[in-house]
């Protein structure tokens, strides 16, 4: 039988990849631009935020990109690919009725890195009051399916199926190998976590959460085109 028929994604999840230009021109300098805020910090997570959900890991503040870039130009061709990357997922996964009107531009209000090893991971969370979160995987070449992935949770739907036509509907968790200079961007709403990473150098990522605002928004120096 020929059947006429039509796909209905009604609650769609897609997360992107994005590959960095350029990356071996850029990364030993990006790394730099890291490892000296490290030097600055005086406790391991320098926002001060999660604290009970974080383990051996080194956090800056926020405002690791917006500090640093006149140190380190290397953080302004991150900062545009951020930028890039966050309009591209924005057009090519928002439906035509919700698109940002005219005009409309992207904040990226917090940036932060996460220098990790010894065993240390992130639990479960999620970035609330954005909409769309990215991580930049930056040196990461020894994370691999046991070893410093991210996972990525379905808390939506009751994991009850009994019959082999359902099974699929079981499965909740979605892990990401990180691959170094790429950058994956998620909707900011979806749970998360970093598994434990150990190696002989540390796992280093750099991570956003990004707005689309209407022009008619307060901007600041940040936000951009
Ligand atoms: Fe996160």
């Known amino acids: 039988m020929k059947l006429k028929k039509e796909l209905i994604p009604i609650f769609p999840i897609n997360l992107g990849w ?22 600055l910090q005086d406790r391991d997570i320098d926002s001060g935020l999660a604290l009970r959900i974080k383990h051996n890991i080194k ?11 006149e140190e380190h130009p290397v953080l302004n061709n991150l900062s545009q690919f951020f930028f890039d990357s966050v309009w591209d997922i924005v057009k090519e996964l928002t439906p035509p009725e919700y698109l940002p009107p005219q005009g409309s531009r992207i904040n990226i209000p917090d940036c932060w890195y996460h220098i990790t090893n010894d065993k240390g991971y992130h639990e479960f969370h ?10 930049f995987y930056l040196q990461t070449s020894e994370c691999n399916e046991y070893n410093g992935v991210n996972n ?12 082999v036509g359902a099974f699929w509907s079981n499965e909740d968790v979605a892990s990401i190998e990180p691959k170094e200079g790429y950058l994956l961007i998620f909707p900011s709403w979806i ?13 280093i990522v750099i991570s956003f959460n990004a707005l689309i605002e209407p022009a008619e928004f307060d901007l600041t120096e940040q936000k951009e085109e």
């Open 152 to 163: 990525f949770y379905d808390t939506f739907r009751p994991k009850i199926a009994r019959d």
């Open 191 to 203: 749970y998360h976590s970093a598994f434990p990473y150990e190696g002989d150098e540390d796992r």
């Open 59 to 69: 956090e800056s503040h926020p405002d690791f990109l917006s500090k640093n870039s």
């Open 18 to 39: 994005y590959e960095y230009p350029d990356f071996e021109k850029d990364k030993e300098a990006l790394i730099e631009a890291v490892r000296s805020q490290e030097k």
């Open 126 to 135: 999620q970035h609330a009051g954005y909409s769309w979160s990215g991580i």
